[in-house]
């Protein structure tokens, strides 16, 4: 699916961003959105919690009291008629949160706040144009729709197995959802200060 033309190292001249970089980047948006899930989606993590809250208590009594496993998860108290929903709510607005952060950001300029703090970007393989909203909308879809699936452990499996797969992919060290949009991570080619001959510069 690449082109022959690509070099396999380097895209367009700019080196790939370290695995390391692309994770640290990946923390900071994950503390931004959780930030952002405080602020809009609080109140409905709190009702739900509510709602389980009977569930966890029982087994953290039995437990403390050193009955067997088996014991522990038999005869449960029901969460609240309310927690499914609950459960759905919390899930799709944080989804939305993680849609509306990245997916117009990488679209315009191939940064989040975590990449524009370390320096890198999200950049076509083809070459260094605006990534657009429909590319950007593609690339987000594999790693952040599975959040819907968090329900059942699955999404967030999913998301780990993507984001870790670019530690092995050779030799454009691409996360599952790159590969899906055709683009690489690259470090921001630092541009030159002012000279000391041009108008302006330091003496």
Not at 30 to 53: D, K
Request: charged residues 15%; proline residues 9%.
């Amino acid at each position: 699916p690449y082109p022959a033309a690509v070099p396999p190292a380097q895209m367009i001249g700019v080196p790939l961003a370290s695995p390391g970089a692309r994770l640290l980047a990946r923390l900071i948006d994950i503390t931004a959105v959780l930030v952002l899930n405080i602020i809009v989606n609080g109140w409905f993590a709190w009702r739900y919690w509510q709602e389980i809250e009977p569930v966890y208590r029982e087994v953290d009594r039995r437990m403390t009291a050193g009955q067997p496993l088996s014991d522990v998860m038999t005869d449960l108290p029901q969460p609240g008629p309310q927690a499914s929903t609950l459960q759905l709510v919390v899930l799709f607005i944080a989804c939305a949160l993680w849609f509306a952060y990245e997916v117009p950001a990488v679209a315009n300029t191939g940064q989040t706040l975590g990449k524009r703090v370390l320096g890198i970007k999200v950049m076509g393989m083809e070459g260094a144009a605006r990534l657009g909203f429909g590319r950007s909308l593609r690339r987000w879809n594999i790693l952040g729709f599975p959040t819907l699936l968090w329900a059942c452990c699955i999404g967030f499996v999913w998301q780990l197995v993507d984001c870790a797969y670019l530690l092995f992919d050779r030799p454009l060290q691409q996360a599952f959802h790159d590969k899906a949009a055709r683009t690489v991570v690259v470090k921001v080619p630092h541009l030159p200060g002012p000279s000391a001959s041009t108008p302006g510069g330091s003496p």
